[in-house]
């Protein structure tokens, strides 16, 4: 059974920092990229940042010069860094890990962690 832990949420000032972990355990194979996603009150779930197998990078447009996505291959643990937190970060943020073998592709989901910003 596969499982994400996710921790490092929480309130935080606008300006402020807060890093994200998101770690793997259980029987996952072929993990082909480690991502987070977010969630805002009444808004769809979107992709914040993805970290592919290789090293390679991708970010929303909304996170570019903020946040840094990071991974840890020995530990299957993925960090989220986020600086400069504005208010419209606010969101239940989601840790995402992909397994990509030749017959299949699978999705995994952290439970979700709260980050809230003030203003």
């Known amino acids: 059974q596969v499982q994400l832990v996710e921790s490092g949420g929480g309130l935080v000032q606008a300006g402020g920092s807060l890093r994200l972990s998101c770690a793997a355990s259980?029987?996952?194979?072929?993990?082909?990229?480690m991502g987070w996603y977010r969630q805002a009150p009444g808004k769809q779930r979107e992709l914040v940042a993805v970290?592919?197998?290789?090293?390679?990078?991708n970010y929303a447009d909304s996170a570019k010069g903020r946040f840094t996505i990071s991974r840890d291959n020995t530990k299957n643990t993925v960090y989220l860094q986020m600086n400069s937190l504005k208010p419209e970060d606010t969101a239940v943020y989601y840790c995402?890990?992909?397994?990509?073998?030749?017959?299949?592709?699978?999705?995994?989901w952290g439970q979700g962690t709260q980050v809230t910003v003030s203003s």
């Open positions: 970290i592919k197998s290789g090293g390679t990078t």
């Open positions: 259980g029987s996952i194979r072929s993990i082909s990229a």
């Open positions: 995402n890990v992909r397994s990509t073998t030749w017959f299949a592709i699978n999705d995994y």
